[in-house]
């Protein structure tokens, strides 16, 4: 099945530094990346996705952009603010196993600091 | 309101006392999936149900049972709770149609002494 690694486990930054998260998948088959950020004590909400057919997409202060040659996807922050802080999950869907449940990185905490 | 619904919030048991953890979805949506959450572990799939009376096995499945009799609903059953089942649990639904967006529940905080 998938496997996704997501890299750093913790980011700390200073208040509008970037920040940028790293996730890595494993079957080339899977054509959908979403992002979720859970904020301390709730449930995690879909932030920004990207499909396979697509390099980079924007949304205000957040981006994601995708290699699928290197199968790897990125989260970047800009002018972070403290209330960006929050833990961050990539994941991976639409794999060779034909099944759209969405298997999750580990997960980054991410601390901004005002 | 579109929404996935669990129950209980908290709960907190004993060794071997069987519970269901309910989850439910009001947007007609066939896929449902278990994860529980652990720190520095993220987000690790239990079961997952691709339609009624369709499951498959997650990733930990071990200890746990679902059933998926009805569209809307994908219990979680601990037949015999032991104390490493301690964790965070989120129930989530998806429509069929697949990469799209998955709404969770509000998640299940269960205490296993």
């Known amino acids: 099945g998938e496997n996704v690694e997501q890299h750093p486990s913790t980011l700390s930054v200073q208040e509008g530094d970037s920040a940028v998260i790293k996730c890595t998948y494993s079957d080339s088959a899977s054509n959908y990346f979403p992002w979720y950020k859970q904020e301390l004590g709730k449930r995690p909400q879909l932030i920004i996705d990207?499909?396979?057919?697509?390099g980079e997409k924007k949304d205000q202060r957040i981006a994601v952009t995708l290699n699928k040659t290197a199968k790897h996807f990125s989260l970047h922050i800009t002018e972070t603010q403290p209330e960006d802080s929050a833990v961050y999950f990539c994941?991976?869907?639409?794999?060779?196993?034909?099944?759209?449940?969405?298997?999750f990185g580990r997960g980054t905490s991410l601390i901004v600091h005002p | 309101e579109a929404q996935v619904t669990q129950n209980p919030r908290y709960l907190i048991t004993v060794t071997g006392k069987k519970l269901t953890v309910t989850c439910s979805q009001n947007m007609n949506h066939e896929y449902m999936s278990w994860y529980r959450q652990d720190p520095g572990l993220g987000l690790r799939q239990i079961y997952y149900s691709m339609n009624v009376e369709v499951t498959d096995k997650g990733d930990v499945p071990e200890g746990y049972k679902v059933s998926r009799k009805e569209k809307r609903n994908f219990p979680l059953i601990l037949e015999s709770p032991s104390p490493n089942q301690t964790s965070l649990y989120f129930c989530a639904s998806l429509p069929s149609w697949g990469n799209s967006e998955a709404f969770f529940g509000q998640g299940t905080r269960l205490t296993v002494v």
């Open positions: 990207i499909r396979s057919n697509v």
């Open positions: 994941a991976a869907t639409g794999g060779s196993g034909g099944s759209y449940i969405p298997t």
